[in-house]
Protein backbone atom coordinates (compact mmCIF):
# COMPACT_ATOMS: atom_id res chain seq x y z
CA UNK A 1 0.00 0.00 0.00
CA UNK A 2 1.15 3.57 -0.97
CA UNK A 3 -0.01 6.92 0.19
CA UNK A 4 -0.27 8.83 -2.71
CA UNK A 5 0.80 12.92 -2.73
CA UNK A 6 -1.48 15.45 -3.79
CA UNK A 7 -0.49 15.77 -7.08
CA UNK A 8 -0.60 12.64 -8.61
CA UNK A 9 -3.74 12.02 -10.45
CA UNK A 10 -7.40 12.52 -9.17
CA UNK A 11 -10.33 11.41 -9.94
CA UNK A 12 -12.83 14.24 -7.99
CA UNK A 13 -12.81 16.21 -4.87
CA UNK A 14 -15.25 15.70 -1.99
CA UNK A 15 -16.31 18.68 -0.27
CA UNK A 16 -19.74 19.36 2.17
CA UNK A 17 -22.09 22.18 1.43
CA UNK A 18 -22.90 24.49 4.57
CA UNK A 19 -25.96 25.03 5.49
CA UNK A 20 -28.65 26.88 8.09
CA UNK A 21 -27.08 23.82 10.84
CA UNK A 22 -23.68 24.81 10.26
CA UNK A 23 -21.17 26.83 12.01
CA UNK A 24 -22.14 28.98 8.96
CA UNK A 25 -25.70 29.91 9.91
CA UNK A 26 -24.58 33.43 10.61
CA UNK A 27 -22.52 34.54 7.73
CA UNK A 28 -24.03 31.94 5.17
CA UNK A 29 -24.49 34.11 1.98
CA UNK A 30 -21.21 34.86 2.12
CA UNK A 31 -19.63 31.43 2.71
CA UNK A 32 -21.99 29.95 0.00
CA UNK A 33 -20.08 32.70 -2.72
CA UNK A 34 -16.64 30.79 -2.25
CA UNK A 35 -18.41 27.22 -2.05
CA UNK A 36 -19.82 28.25 -5.60
CA UNK A 37 -16.34 29.93 -7.02
CA UNK A 38 -14.67 26.71 -5.46
CA UNK A 39 -16.95 24.24 -7.07
CA UNK A 40 -17.04 26.40 -10.72
CA UNK A 41 -12.32 25.89 -10.08
CA UNK A 42 -12.97 22.23 -9.54
CA UNK A 43 -15.37 21.50 -12.28
CA UNK A 44 -12.84 23.23 -14.71
CA UNK A 45 -10.17 20.07 -14.23
CA UNK A 46 -12.70 17.20 -12.52
CA UNK A 47 -15.82 16.33 -10.87
CA UNK A 48 -16.97 17.40 -7.60
CA UNK A 49 -18.52 15.12 -5.06
CA UNK A 50 -21.12 17.46 -2.49
CA UNK A 51 -22.76 16.72 0.43
CA UNK A 52 -25.77 17.51 1.35
CA UNK A 53 -27.60 17.14 4.95
CA UNK A 54 -31.04 16.07 2.97
CA UNK A 55 -32.97 16.77 -0.05
CA UNK A 56 -33.61 20.52 0.58
CA UNK A 57 -30.36 21.43 1.02
CA UNK A 58 -29.58 19.28 -2.38
CA UNK A 59 -32.04 21.18 -3.91
CA UNK A 60 -30.97 24.35 -3.16
CA UNK A 61 -26.73 24.02 -3.78
CA UNK A 62 -27.75 22.55 -7.09
CA UNK A 63 -29.88 26.00 -7.86
CA UNK A 64 -27.21 28.02 -7.19
CA UNK A 65 -24.70 26.12 -8.45
CA UNK A 66 -26.51 25.86 -11.99
CA UNK A 67 -27.54 29.55 -11.80
CA UNK A 68 -23.88 30.09 -11.88
CA UNK A 69 -23.04 28.11 -15.40
CA UNK A 70 -21.60 25.32 -13.37
CA UNK A 71 -20.77 22.32 -15.86
CA UNK A 72 -23.44 20.09 -13.52
CA UNK A 73 -22.74 16.47 -15.36
CA UNK A 74 -19.00 17.01 -12.95
CA UNK A 75 -20.98 17.57 -9.80
CA UNK A 76 -22.45 14.68 -7.99
CA UNK A 77 -24.55 15.09 -4.56
CA UNK A 78 -24.21 12.80 -1.99
CA UNK A 79 -26.69 13.01 1.08
CA UNK A 80 -25.35 12.49 4.53
CA UNK A 81 -25.28 13.97 7.77
CA UNK A 82 -22.25 16.30 9.06
CA UNK A 83 -21.66 18.90 11.64
CA UNK A 84 -20.03 21.12 9.46
CA UNK A 85 -17.94 21.49 6.59
CA UNK A 86 -14.20 20.93 7.12
CA UNK A 87 -13.89 17.88 4.79
CA UNK A 88 -9.88 17.66 5.17
CA UNK A 89 -10.27 16.80 8.31
CA UNK A 90 -12.97 14.39 9.10
CA UNK A 91 -13.01 13.06 5.19
CA UNK A 92 -10.99 9.52 4.20
CA UNK A 93 -7.13 9.29 4.15
CA UNK A 94 -6.70 7.02 0.75
CA UNK A 95 -4.26 4.47 0.42
CA UNK A 96 -3.26 2.77 -2.84
CA UNK A 97 -3.75 -0.85 -2.25
CA UNK A 98 -2.76 -2.92 -5.66
CA UNK A 99 -5.43 -1.96 -8.08
CA UNK A 100 -7.60 -0.88 -5.20
CA UNK A 101 -7.84 1.26 -2.13
CA UNK A 102 -7.60 1.78 1.21
CA UNK A 103 -9.99 3.97 3.48
CA UNK A 104 -7.91 5.06 6.42
CA UNK A 105 -10.94 6.26 9.08
CA UNK A 106 -9.05 8.21 11.73
CA UNK A 107 -11.17 9.40 14.98
CA UNK A 108 -12.41 12.96 14.31
CA UNK A 109 -12.83 14.26 17.31
CA UNK A 110 -13.30 17.84 16.91
CA UNK A 111 -10.11 18.72 17.13
CA UNK A 112 -9.35 17.59 20.75
CA UNK A 113 -12.66 17.79 21.69
CA UNK A 114 -12.96 21.84 20.84
CA UNK A 115 -16.38 21.28 18.85
CA UNK A 116 -19.24 18.72 19.00
CA UNK A 117 -17.97 16.45 15.82
CA UNK A 118 -19.80 13.35 16.19
CA UNK A 119 -21.88 12.64 12.66
CA UNK A 120 -18.53 14.16 11.46
CA UNK A 121 -16.60 11.18 13.06
CA UNK A 122 -18.66 8.88 11.35
CA UNK A 123 -18.87 10.37 7.78
CA UNK A 124 -16.14 8.37 6.09
CA UNK A 125 -17.96 4.94 7.40
CA UNK A 126 -21.69 6.26 5.55
CA UNK A 127 -19.88 7.40 2.79
CA UNK A 128 -18.15 3.81 2.58
CA UNK A 129 -21.71 2.05 2.92
CA UNK A 130 -23.12 4.29 0.53
CA UNK A 131 -21.04 2.88 -2.50
CA UNK A 132 -19.75 5.97 -3.62
CA UNK A 133 -16.00 4.67 -3.32
CA UNK A 134 -14.68 1.80 -6.43
CA UNK A 135 -12.77 -1.18 -5.02
CA UNK A 136 -11.70 -0.15 -1.59
CA UNK A 137 -11.96 -1.05 2.25
CA UNK A 138 -12.49 1.06 5.15
CA UNK A 139 -10.15 0.77 8.21
CA UNK A 140 -10.95 1.60 10.92
CA UNK A 141 -8.64 2.91 13.59
CA UNK A 142 -9.01 4.25 16.96
CA UNK A 143 -6.40 7.27 16.83
CA UNK A 144 -7.06 11.04 16.28
CA UNK A 145 -5.99 12.08 13.85
CA UNK A 146 -6.99 15.18 10.91
CA UNK A 147 -6.36 15.28 7.17
CA UNK A 148 -5.16 18.32 7.43
CA UNK A 149 -2.18 17.77 10.03
CA UNK A 150 -0.06 15.27 7.79
CA UNK A 151 1.88 15.96 4.03
CA UNK A 152 3.47 13.13 1.98
CA UNK A 153 5.57 13.09 -0.79
CA UNK A 154 4.13 10.29 -1.97
CA UNK A 155 7.36 8.45 -1.56
CA UNK A 156 7.56 7.66 1.77
CA UNK A 157 8.14 11.11 3.47
CA UNK A 158 5.50 12.45 5.81
CA UNK A 159 5.43 16.07 7.19
CA UNK A 160 3.96 16.94 10.35
CA UNK A 161 3.91 19.46 13.06
CA UNK A 162 4.73 18.00 16.86
CA UNK A 163 2.54 20.66 18.40
CA UNK A 164 -0.79 19.06 16.83
CA UNK A 165 -0.05 15.32 17.74
CA UNK A 166 1.01 16.21 20.84
CA UNK A 167 -2.19 18.02 21.70
CA UNK A 168 -4.39 14.89 20.20
CA UNK A 169 -2.13 12.25 22.37
CA UNK A 170 -0.38 14.13 25.27
CA UNK A 171 0.69 10.93 26.93
CA UNK A 172 2.43 9.43 23.95
CA UNK A 173 6.27 10.10 22.63
CA UNK A 174 7.56 11.38 19.77
CA UNK A 175 9.14 7.81 19.12
CA UNK A 176 5.69 6.18 19.90
CA UNK A 177 3.38 8.71 17.26
CA UNK A 178 6.23 8.55 14.90
CA UNK A 179 6.10 4.43 14.69
CA UNK A 180 2.23 4.70 14.57
CA UNK A 181 1.88 7.15 12.05
CA UNK A 182 4.89 5.26 9.90
CA UNK A 183 2.89 1.76 10.08
CA UNK A 184 -0.69 3.21 9.17
CA UNK A 185 0.28 5.80 6.32
CA UNK A 186 3.13 3.67 5.06
CA UNK A 187 6.06 6.19 5.18
CA UNK A 188 9.29 5.34 6.15
CA UNK A 189 10.18 8.62 7.65
CA UNK A 190 8.37 11.29 9.49
CA UNK A 191 9.73 14.54 9.35
CA UNK A 192 8.71 17.12 12.28
CA UNK A 193 8.30 21.06 13.06
CA UNK A 194 8.70 21.98 16.66
CA UNK A 195 7.95 25.70 14.98
CA UNK A 196 5.30 27.59 13.41
CA UNK A 197 1.35 28.79 14.06
CA UNK A 198 -1.27 31.06 12.86
CA UNK A 199 -3.43 33.25 15.64
CA UNK A 200 -6.89 32.31 15.01
CA UNK A 201 -5.86 28.44 13.93
CA UNK A 202 -7.85 26.63 16.39
CA UNK A 203 -6.39 23.11 14.97
CA UNK A 204 -3.19 23.19 17.06
CA UNK A 205 -1.12 23.79 13.59
CA UNK A 206 -1.78 21.93 11.25
CA UNK A 207 0.80 21.37 8.87
CA UNK A 208 -1.58 22.41 5.80
CA UNK A 209 -1.16 26.03 7.03
CA UNK A 210 2.04 25.95 7.38
CA UNK A 211 4.52 23.95 4.38
CA UNK A 212 3.45 21.78 2.04
CA UNK A 213 5.20 19.81 -0.18
CA UNK A 214 5.31 20.72 -3.96
CA UNK A 215 7.33 17.55 -5.28
CA UNK A 216 9.86 15.31 -3.47
CA UNK A 217 12.49 17.38 -3.82
CA UNK A 218 10.25 21.44 -2.78
CA UNK A 219 8.67 22.68 0.06
CA UNK A 220 6.37 25.83 -0.21
CA UNK A 221 5.66 27.16 3.45
CA UNK A 222 4.13 30.43 4.87
CA UNK A 223 6.93 33.09 5.33
CA UNK A 224 6.38 36.07 7.76
CA UNK A 225 9.45 39.25 6.79
CA UNK A 226 7.30 41.42 9.46
CA UNK A 227 9.39 42.32 12.18
CA UNK A 228 6.44 43.81 14.14
CA UNK A 229 3.80 40.97 13.26
CA UNK A 230 3.50 38.53 16.28
CA UNK A 231 4.27 35.51 14.16
CA UNK A 232 7.79 36.64 13.22
CA UNK A 233 10.36 34.83 15.44
CA UNK A 234 8.02 31.33 15.17
CA UNK A 235 7.84 31.61 11.57
CA UNK A 236 11.38 32.91 10.82
CA UNK A 237 12.24 29.74 13.07
CA UNK A 238 9.68 27.31 11.12
CA UNK A 239 11.20 28.63 8.31
CA UNK A 240 15.06 27.59 9.52
CA UNK A 241 13.82 24.16 10.38
CA UNK A 242 12.48 23.41 6.92
CA UNK A 243 16.06 24.59 5.42
CA UNK A 244 17.91 21.71 7.38
CA UNK A 245 15.46 19.24 6.31
CA UNK A 246 16.96 16.75 3.71
CA UNK A 247 15.34 14.71 0.68
CA UNK A 248 15.59 11.16 0.78
CA UNK A 249 19.09 11.56 -1.46
CA UNK A 250 20.66 14.30 1.44
CA UNK A 251 20.17 17.06 -0.41
CA UNK A 252 18.72 20.44 0.93
CA UNK A 253 14.67 20.87 -0.14
CA UNK A 254 14.28 23.84 -2.74
CA UNK A 255 12.01 26.09 -0.83
CA UNK A 256 9.08 28.18 -1.92
CA UNK A 257 7.95 31.21 0.67
CA UNK A 258 4.97 32.76 0.16
CA UNK A 259 4.06 36.44 1.48
CA UNK A 260 2.57 37.29 4.59
CA UNK A 261 -0.99 39.06 4.18
CA UNK A 262 -1.76 42.49 6.57
CA UNK A 263 -3.88 41.20 9.26
CA UNK A 264 -7.50 40.62 8.80
CA UNK A 265 -9.31 41.32 12.49
CA UNK A 266 -12.72 40.21 12.40
CA UNK A 267 -15.02 41.22 15.49
CA UNK A 268 -11.72 41.92 17.31
CA UNK A 269 -10.14 38.59 16.69
CA UNK A 270 -7.35 38.03 14.14
CA UNK A 271 -8.05 35.67 11.33
CA UNK A 272 -5.30 32.77 9.87
CA UNK A 273 -4.79 33.94 6.49
CA UNK A 274 -2.33 31.24 5.41
CA UNK A 275 -1.38 31.27 1.38
CA UNK A 276 -0.01 27.42 2.36
CA UNK A 277 -3.90 26.38 2.54
CA UNK A 278 -3.87 25.51 -1.26
CA UNK A 279 -5.62 22.65 -3.08
CA UNK A 280 -3.64 20.68 -5.39
CA UNK A 281 -5.89 19.28 -8.67
CA UNK A 282 -5.63 17.53 -11.95
CA UNK A 283 -3.54 20.46 -13.89
CA UNK A 284 -4.22 23.10 -11.44
CA UNK A 285 -3.19 24.96 -8.09
CA UNK A 286 -6.43 26.47 -6.63
CA UNK A 287 -5.20 29.29 -4.04
CA UNK A 288 -7.15 30.86 -1.54
CA UNK A 289 -7.08 34.24 -2.10
CA UNK A 290 -7.86 37.48 0.71
CA UNK A 291 -8.51 40.34 -1.16
CA UNK A 292 -4.99 41.07 -0.15
CA UNK A 293 -1.92 42.94 -2.48
CA UNK A 294 -0.10 39.80 -1.36
CA UNK A 295 -2.46 37.85 -2.91
CA UNK A 296 -0.84 38.39 -6.63
CA UNK A 297 2.62 37.71 -4.99
CA UNK A 298 1.30 34.23 -3.82
CA UNK A 299 -0.08 33.30 -7.34
CA UNK A 300 3.44 34.20 -8.55
CA UNK A 301 5.01 31.78 -6.08
CA UNK A 302 2.88 29.11 -6.37
CA UNK A 303 3.57 29.45 -10.18
CA UNK A 304 7.40 29.25 -9.22
CA UNK A 305 6.63 26.47 -7.40
CA UNK A 306 4.58 24.31 -9.82
CA UNK A 307 5.96 25.42 -13.49
CA UNK A 308 3.43 22.80 -14.76
CA UNK A 309 0.17 23.70 -13.30
CA UNK A 310 -2.09 26.81 -13.88
CA UNK A 311 -2.53 29.08 -10.53
CA UNK A 312 -6.31 29.53 -10.09
CA UNK A 313 -7.17 31.93 -6.68
CA UNK A 314 -10.37 31.49 -5.27
CA UNK A 315 -11.72 33.84 -2.91
CA UNK A 316 -11.39 32.67 0.76
CA UNK A 317 -11.83 35.08 2.98
CA UNK A 318 -15.35 34.22 4.29
CA UNK A 319 -13.58 31.07 5.40
CA UNK A 320 -10.99 31.92 7.60
CA UNK A 321 -13.60 33.45 9.55
CA UNK A 322 -14.25 30.05 11.11
CA UNK A 323 -10.45 29.44 10.93
CA UNK A 324 -10.17 27.55 8.26
CA UNK A 325 -9.26 28.12 4.50
CA UNK A 326 -9.79 26.10 1.54
CA UNK A 327 -7.69 23.16 1.71
CA UNK A 328 -9.61 22.72 4.69
CA UNK A 329 -12.75 22.28 3.39
CA UNK A 330 -11.86 20.42 0.52
CA UNK A 331 -10.70 16.41 0.34
CA UNK A 332 -8.73 14.99 -2.86
CA UNK A 333 -9.64 11.62 -4.06
CA UNK A 334 -6.92 9.59 -6.44
CA UNK A 335 -7.77 8.02 -9.73
CA UNK A 336 -10.07 5.55 -9.97
CA UNK A 337 -11.43 5.59 -6.65
CA UNK A 338 -14.95 6.96 -7.37
Known amino acids: MRFPAEWEPQSAVLIAWPNADTDWADRLGEVEETYIA ?11 IVCVADDDVQAYARARLSSARIDMDRVRFVEAPYDDTWLRDSGPISLRAGDGFRLLDFRFTGWGGKFDASQDDLLVERL ?11 QSIDFALEGGAIETDGAGSLLSTWQCLHERHPDASREEITAKLADWLRQDRVLWLDHGYLEGDDTDAHIDTLARFAGPDAIVYQGCDDRSDSHYAELQAMAAELAALRTRDGEPYRLFALPWAQPIIDENRRLAASYANFLIVNGAVLMPAYGDAADADAQAVLAQAFPDR ?29
Open 38 to 48: LVAAITRFQPA
Open 128 to 138: HDLGIFSKSDR
Open 310 to 338: EIVAVPCRPLIWQNGSLHCITMQLPAGLV
